[in-house]
């Protein structure tokens, strides 16, 4: 059998190079395809298909790091939805994300969490402060960006750690109520620790009997307010204040009867500026735990907030019971879980465990801190609850440090006196590594496998035209008919040769069309 060498067209019998016409075309065909391909592809995946730049985030983080422990444990990648509408937003769609941060006195504070926020502002878009609660009209610390005061002084407060609140608590783990008649609220934003966060409309969360409130002063002629007529939560009802531009400061009255209920509860406020982007949503109550935020009816105003994801901070607190079990905490953490997925079925969860810490114990007149071990086994258990449960996780313990850590940031003056709590700087160092670990998986979960699609995209054409070439070349007689096309005789002439069977031709590896 006559045996043909077709690589660039020429047979055993006639060695002269035979240059066809549909081969050079096809192959012109795969060079000039490319850049279109190229182009087809950035129209399909977006422009900013590419690394969020890391290489001098940790640069302002004080204490020794290894890079390699500040990672997140996602094996489901249950965080890549959340990581989609990322992108959509660096492509420039005008849509805004939320975030709710939910935690304890870690949080409550705002530095941690409030880091995460700004440096994620200052990345993919500012969409607003978010959630602000009525801290200090409470009686309790707050975060330092925001004020909420009030000419009313007998407020009563109700919080998510009370097993039996005096008031019922909202979406911020919180409630105020008072008994008068006449109420307003001044909401500012400080010109230092606020920049950047002026807002243009405020919706306000209150119990559906509560006196209804509405701009005073300056804005009471331009604002659009909006009573909320929709009860949320079996009790809640939203007001939105529309404001005719951005604003640092708001004023809020009410003068009418007292409700039929004798007192008005408010829970909080959320504010908004009107662009793209995150929507950062800070929520933590001192002293809260798992426990406290596994209630189905505070889980249902969480969805209020619309987050995509939801970052948990908890878990030191447990670690100060005189009688910690890793499998009593592992459940809570479970049912907590359990009950998110029931509420909030389209919301990521981000789980992070707590950093070391010291417990103190007082004796002849002296205070004494010993390591807390039982931080260490709360961070084991959270890890492998995420793991159970298919949902991502920060291992803070170890991005800190680890064992002993708490002593070097102690060292350090990044922790307070309780050695329990950090101070502003060391809460914003952990919200640095918080947000570079998040990115970091960004980039190897999200941007890493996209590229390859887009490869994969760009060169689908090229490879369909290159399989037309290499069928060209493994079927002679698309050979033959091109050589009778040019006056070119073919081996049919050569009594030596044989016909070639159909089945055989397939089985070389031939592609036919």
Known sequence: MNKHFLLIGCSKKYKKPLFCPLFLLL??????????CLQAADRLWGKYLYDIPLDTCLSEVTMPIDETQCILSDPSHSLVSFFEELHRLRDGQDTVINIVHLGD???QAGYYSGQVMRLLHNEFGNAGRGWIAPFRLSHVNGPSDYFISS?????????????????????GGIGISTTASKIDFDVTIPAVNGAGYGFNQAVLYRERDA?????????????????GQTIHAMHVLADTFALAGLTHTLH???????????????????LTNGNAGVLYHSIGVNGSMFVNYTDPEYICQLALLRPSLLIVSLGTNETFGSRFSAEEFAAQVHRFLALVREQLPGT?????TPPECWKASRAN???TYTRNANTELAAHTLMAVAQEEGVACWDLFTATGGKNSSRQWHANQLMGKDRVH????GYEQQGTLLYYALMRAYNDQYVESRLTSYLQAAFIQTNILSLLSISYLQRPSLLFSTIRANGRRDDSDNPDSKSVPTHQSRAAGSILW
Do not use: C
């Open 27 to 36: 192959m012109a065909g795969v060079l000039i395809s490319v850049p279109f």
């Open 105 to 107: 006195s870690h949080i």
């Open 151 to 171: 000419s009313v002084k007998n407020w009563e407060a109700g919080r998510a750690i009370q097993s039996t609140p005096a008031v019922p608590v909202g979406v």
């Open 211 to 227: 006196l209804p409130l509405w701009p005073g002063g300056p804005d009471n002629e331009t604002a659009a307010t909006s009573f």
């Open 252 to 270: 809020l009255q009410g003068n009418g009867k007292r409700p039929a209920s004798g007192e008005s509860i408010y829970y909080g406020l959320n």
């Open 348 to 352: 990521a969860v981000l789980l992070t």
């Open 365 to 367: 007149r002296r205070t």
């Open 422 to 425: 950090f101070t502003r700087e």
